[in-house]
């Protein structure tokens, strides 16, 4: 099992700048992937970035140029940078842990961008 602690989140204006972090309760190395995604009110929830065992980085179209997806390993800890925000942006984000067994996902943390 993995437990997952997402912080960082916030409210910021437009074009400003936040650092999601998570923290995993054991070796991010050991974990085939981590990722995250965002659910907004009323939608579904959609993937954002991924980050691989290996440290291939996947980001989706609309974020690309503007999120980064990084990690520490021995902090057992990932990172979403996102820069040039926009109120579109506004979501709970979400932290996932993809292993053989299962998949994890933490509590989720909120960001909020105004206009």
């Known amino acids: 099992q993995v437990q997952l602690v997402e912080s960082g989140g916030g409210l910021v204006q437009a074009g400003g700048s936040l650092r999601l972090s998570c923290q995993a309760s054991r070796s991010i190395l050991t974990i085939n992937a981590m990722g995250w995604s965002r659910q907004a009110p009323g939608k579904e929830r959609e993937w954002v970035a991924r980050?691989?065992?290996?440290?291939?980085?996947e980001l989706v179209a609309f974020v690309k140029g503007r999120f980064t997806i990084s990690r520490d390993s021995a902090k057992n800890t990932v990172y979403l940078q996102m820069n040039s925000l926009r109120p579109e942006d506004t979501a709970v984000y979400y932290c996932?842990?993809?292993?053989?067994?299962?998949?994890?996902w933490g509590r989720g943390t909120q960001v909020t961008v105004s206009s």
């Open positions: 980050i691989s065992r290996g440290g291939n980085t």
């Open positions: 996932s842990a993809f292993s053989d067994q299962s998949t994890y």
